[in-house]
Structures are given as structure tokens and as C-alpha cells.
């Protein structure tokens, strides 16, 4: 703020600081600063604003005002639609007829400044009426004579007597009064245009000699570029005259050519007929050469509407608006405006409202497909470079583009599996392998992870489409077995019949030691699968076979689905009797005959069979009864029943010591009346009759 500022702004009241400023010493107060400082301060409540107070006393003082304040004083009288004070001002000679009051007027009201245009002369005109005024005033007033005047223009000619100069003078007074006709009529063309009053604007262009006929665009561009007016004023104006053009009536049609009185009447209406509305495609150039984009962008969306525009409105013009929303919208942006508009409303809620409130921006402009003839790659490149990856991935075509951008971190794995699946299987594949390339080419950790999940969702999401076997060599190859495992799973997982994926999994874990795997997929109910290519799976000879150390997997299977005998097998070969132990104790006691008997088969020691049986004791026998006699059945079709001799004898002293063995006396009843342990014990005797035949009669008594 100067230093007048803060003498106006000292003054308690607003009338007293008005005055001041206005009867300031040679005027020094009476500049455009002192009016924007009394613009900027806020009226008491029930008063006039101070600057209202500054213009009355300016009027109350004699003579004109200056043309900053005639032109401020203009503005201020239009806005409030008293343009009949303002031409009571000027009759009155306080405000002189200039084009910058009718500019000033035409702001807030293009039709009122019409009559001021009519009534404005040139300025040094302006100024010599008014130094003529106050030399009448002097004259009659005594205070001097005209010699002693410094009459400006008309008074050099007239001191020096020189009738030279006075031709010259009024030959250039003429000139410029002539000059500011010209003007005047273009003005109020103009005036009639920024009311969109087409009528006028044909009558007033019909006044011209000679008449000519509008020309729409340059009307259009030159309210783009009105001076002194906001830029939201210079807009709203241009639209409604562009949307008053497209309802204008078509131009009449063209005769035939071979008509020739009909082609002559055409020529001849046609000086009298408006000129057609610029196409779609020229409106919008105009409004991005004067950079409004929202606007350009709303004209393209009519055109796109119309039958006749979507021609007219081409690929490149339609790029271009896409591309300068995108530059303009950037997406840290246009994420803060739209959330800002959003006020906790839905997403999707709150980009329709984005998409009514402002300018589509260029994203919404390709997901709606509004202008449906951008060129697709260009657009993908200004995503690109903008880190809209999401966006440019649904735009590029060509298959090194795509996988290029889905590598990209930004771009997520629902993004990556939905581009994939628009693509052929070989450019899918390629995808692919792309994004696994990145995992093992990426130096930091997170984003070899992110590349990593992307690539597996792709697998996943897409193997029918790739095809499995080009999938699991893609991974293969990557050298990645959990990667591997994970696939497989998930196919497992939409696949349960299929045996062979179950197959293909076991045979993976099985590479990568994943013993916890092997043992759950064997053991899970629903897990389908051959239990003897799985048993052959787990057999093949490899440094250190993993159930060696882990039988689970093995016991799974073959307790499932009753292989037995052959899991025996299996252990015996690797000497692994622990674990044959393991499973008769604490897995699966009542199949001891089976293991028995693939013990025997294998060409095990019966004493070694005889060491695993050991732990079956009387409570076993009680559960299964019949467990002796499958024993007895096993050993005896394999010629081993000795080998049972001693556990029988066993079980024998375990009875007698629980008192439910007894021998059997004539005419006595049994110890036990119990129906297991007496069936039990029958049994116990007669498998030792048959391991231990008698060797003196009365053995049993």
C-alpha cells in the first residue's frame, strides 16, 4: 500500500477520507490506486460503500472526471443497470463519451453500450471539449483571457495564427473521428453477438458499406478475447452464442447446377441469407487456441452426439483434447480435486459428480469412450509418461508396450490378469514371462515380490487360456518351485479331479523338500490322485529319498488306500522299521496282519516280524478280536506260524495275570463270562495249538 493508501485508510470516516482524496492539491489522490483501496474496503452495516462516497464527491466538483475514474465509475453503474444516470452524467459533461466508457459498459452489458459507442468520440476530440468547457467557465468567471490559456489541439493553431497547422489539426481530428466510426460499427457487431442476438448482428453487418455478411468465428474469437472483461464472462458469452448458432435453421440447399434460374435466385438470396454455424471441428479449435479446454471438450461432446459432427470432429483433434485433459489433470491433481469434492460420498459417486461439476477430465474421457476416435497409441504414450499405467495398459496393442507397462509397479495384478485375458495366448504368454523376467531383474525386494504376485495371479487367473504346460515351463524355467507350488495349488483348487495336477504338485514339493506338502496333500480327503504313481513318486531313487526321514507321506497313502503290504515292502528295502513300528502303535494297530504279511513277502526275518508285533498287547486284542485269527491266517499261508509263538505266549500271561485265562476243568464254569475276552481266550488257544502243537496229551486239560 503507498503512502496516499494509508493516508485514506487512517480517516475514521469514509466520507471525510472521499473528500479528501477527491479535492486533493493538483489531483495527486485522483488515480486508480486510491479507487482499488476504496474498492477494497468493506461498508458498515446500513452505510454506502466508501467508493460510492469518493464518485459523489467527484461529481459534485466541476468539470470531468478522468478516464480512469469515468471508466471505474461506468463499470459500477452497469453492474447495477442504471445506464440512464450514466447518460444524464455525460449530457451533463462530468463524465466525457470515450470508447473506454462504452468498453467499460459493454462489459456488464453489451446491448446498453451500444448507445454509448454511437455517442463516443475520439479522445483528443473528448479532451478538447473539455479544456473548451473550462475556458468558458474562466472566461465568464474573470479569472483570465485565452491568450493566457494552454489550449491543447484546437488552441496551438489559433496562438501561433498559423493556418497550417489548424488544417492539419482538423485533418487529423477527421482522420481519427473516422477511424473511431469504423471502430464503432465493428463494436456494435460485436455488442449484438455477446448478447447472441443473430438478427442484429446480420442487420448491423448489413449496414456496412459495403454490406457484408458475418463471419461467426471471428465473432466468436473475438469475444474469447474481449479486453477488460473475466475470463468466465468472455466464456459464458462465447458459449451462448455458439449454442444460439446450432439452432439456427439450416442453409437452404444447393439447386441443381443444370437449373440455371434456380442456381441465380440461390446467388441471389444468399448475400441476404446468415451464413451457416462453424462446423464442430473449428469451434473446438478456437476454443483450445484461446485455452479453453472445457469448453472445446463440451463442443466435442455435441459433436460426437450429432450425426453430422462425429464426421466433421477427426481422430487428431479428438487426441488432442484427450491429451490436454490428461496434461491438465495430472493424477495427483485431479485425486485431490476429485476428493476434495467428494465429502465421504462413493467413489464412483463422486467421478460422476467430477465428470457434471468440472470438464471431463482425459481419464473419464477414454474409461466412457466419450471421444471414441483418439488415437489410441499416442494416448498410451502421455499415460505412460503421466504414471497412468492402468490406462495405458488397456491402450497400447502391441504386445511389447503391454508387457513393458504391466511390469510397471503401479499397475495391479486385477489390471494385469484383465489385460492379459483380451490378448491372444502367445502375446499372453509373452506377458508373462515378462513379468517373471522383472522378479528375477529387480533389485528391490518389495518390488520383486509385487512382480512376483502379478505373475502368479496372471498364472492363475489365465492357465486355460496360456495353456498349463507353456505356463509351468514358463515358471520352470524361472527356476521357481514355490512359485511352481503356488499355481499348482490354485489349479488343484479349481481342478480337484484331476489327478494328474495332484501328481504334478507332488512331484514338485517332492523336488524342493517341501515334506510338510507332501504329507498334507496325501492326507487331505479331497485331495484327488493314483496311489500307486504316487507311491512310485515317492520311491524313485534320488540322493536321500524325503520320507526316509518323514514316512507320512507314504503311511498317508497307503493307509488311504489300503497298500499295506506294500508300504512294508518299502520300508523293509530301507531297513526303516521304525517306522513300520510307528504306524502299528500309534497310526493303524489292526492292519499288524498286513504288515505282517508284506514283511514276510519281502523276505524280512521272521524274528524281525516277530520284534514289531511285540507291542500289541491284550487291549489291542480286546478292540479287534479277530486280529489273532488274520495274524494266524497271514503266518500260516507264508509257513511263519512259529514266528507267533512267543507273542501268543505273551498274550497268554497277560490274560492269566488280568485272571481271565483259565484252564478248562470238567464241570466247571469259565473265570470270565465276558463274550470278548471268552471268544479271546478260544482264540488265544487255538493259535497256539497251532504255533505250539501239544507235546504230552492233557496239555489243555
Sequence with gaps: MTTDDLVIASLIRYEQAAQFAAGSPKQELRTLATIQAFQLVMPPEGQQPPLLLYFGCLLRRKGALKAEEANELARGVAAQGQLALLSKWISEGKILPTK??????????????????????????????????RLEQRLQSGLGSLGALPVLGLGT??????????????????????????EVEEMVVQCHAEASDLEEVIAACNAFEPPRRPNWLALLGAILSAPGQ???????????????????????????????????AYKMNLVHQPPPCPSYADTVRLFLEHGCLDEATKVALDAVGSLEGSEALDASLQTRIVEEHLSRHAPHGAVARIAMDCHGLPLMACLMASLI?????????????????????????????????????KLYTAVEDVARVMCHDAVGDKSASERVASLSPTD??????????????????????????????????????????????????????????????????ANPAAKDLTLEYLRVAKRAGRVDELERITREPGAAYEPQAVLALLDEPTTAPSWLADPRPVINVCDRHDLIEQMAGMFHRHAKYGHLKLYLQHINPGKAPQVTAGLLDAGCDAARVGELLKPLGLAELKRD??????????????????????????????????????????GAAAASTDPTEVLLRVELRQALLKAEPPKAKGFWG
Design 100 to 133: 473506454g466508457v462504452a468498453d467499460a459498459v459493454r462489459e456488464r452489458d453489451p446491448k446498453g453500450a451500444i448507445g454509448f459507442y454511437r455517442i463516443a468520440k475520439p479522445d483528443g476530440a473528448a479532451q478538447r471539449a473539455g479544456l473548451a468547457e
Design 625 to 666: 478280536a479277530s486280529l489273532v485269527t488274520r495274524l494266524i491266517k497271514a503266518c500260516e499261508e507264508r509257513k511263519q506260524l512259529p514266528l507267533l509263538a512267543g507273542w501268543l505266549n505273551a498274550r497268554k500271561a497277560e490274560m492269566e495275570a488280568a485272571a481271565v485265562w483259565e484252564e478248562p476243568v470238567a
Design 357 to 393: 461439476r468440472h470438464a471431463p477430465n482425459g481419464v473419464a474421457l477414454i474409461q466412457t469412450k466419450s471421444l471414441p476416435d483418439f488415437e489410441p497409441f499416442r494416448i498410451a504414450q502421455r499415460c505412460e509418461a503421466l504414471k497412468l499405467m492402468p490406462i495405458a495398459l
Design 428 to 493: 499372453g504368454l509373452a506377458c508373462l514371462r515378462a513379468l517373471l523376467r522383472k522378479k528375477s531383474s529387480e533389485e528391490d525386494a518389495q518390488l520383486q515380490k509385487k512382480a512376483y504376485a502379478k505373475a502368479l495371479a496372471v498364472a492363475r487367473t489365465h492357465a486355460d487360456l496360456l495353456g498349463h504346460t507353456n505356463v509351468v515351463s514358463a515358471l520352470e524355467e524361472l527356476g521357481s518351485d514355490a512359485g511352481l507350488l503356488n499355481y499348482l495349488q490354485a489349479r488343484m483348487g
Design 230 to 264: 473475466s475470463p468466465e464472462a468472455r466464456v459464458g458469452k462465447a458459449l451462448k452464442l455458439e449454442s444460439t448458432l446450432r439452432a439456427m435453421p439450416p442453409p437452404e440447399p444447393e439447386p441443381d447446377p443444370e437449373d440455371e434460374l434456380a442456381v441465380m
Design 157 to 182: 493553431a489559433a496562438a501561433e495564427g498559423s493556418a497550417e497547422d489548424a488544417e492539419a489539426a482538423a485533418a487529423a481530428a477527421a482522420a481519427a473521428a473516422a477511424a473511431l466510426a469504423k
